[in-house]
């Protein structure tokens, strides 16, 4: 498998006290971390940041994130959301801007998208987006 990025519902799982370790996605995000490491894009912490309010979450989506590689989009992968957000939607699929900004830039760096997201799962019968969702 290609280097994983974890997506905000991913992490949002991780970090909800309210989910057990045993969560398929919780294992995932711990596993991947311990045996190599995964990346992010700066929307997904964003998006992190938004969603937990208690300041101790925040604390600690600060901490892991400190040490989590983050991929930016190019100049070029915001045309090629524009893209395949379009393309998505012709074919009856909605995908928000910023998921379609996640999903190209998951393509234009050959990651593998950690997601709890079904909106991902949809547009990747679409785009060539390469998708882990544990079982």
């Excluded at 519902?9 to 995964?38: K, L, N």
Aim: overall charge negative; hydrophobic content about 40%; charged content about 20%.
């Amino acid at each position: 498998m290609s280097t994983v990025l974890v997506d905000t519902s991913a992490w949002s799982r991780f970090y909800r006290s309210d989910i057990p370790e045993t969560d398929p996605y919780v294992s995932a995000v711990q596993h991947e971390i311990a045996a190599r490491g995964v990346v992010t894009t700066g929307v997904v912490y964003l998006e992190l940041l938004r969603g937990f309010t208690q300041s101790g979450t925040k604390e600690e989506i600060h901490r892991q994130f400190d040490s989590v590689p983050f991929i930016e989009p190019r100049r070029a992968d915001y045309a090629g959301a524009a893209e395949l957000g379009t393309r998505c939607r012709r074919a009856g699929v909605q995908l928000g801007a910023v998921d379609a900004l996640i999903a190209q830039v998951c393509i234009a760096n050959d990651l593998t998208l950690l997601t709890a997201d079904g909106d991902f799962v949809h547009a990747a019968r679409h785009v060539p987006l390469k998708l882990w969702a544990p079982t």
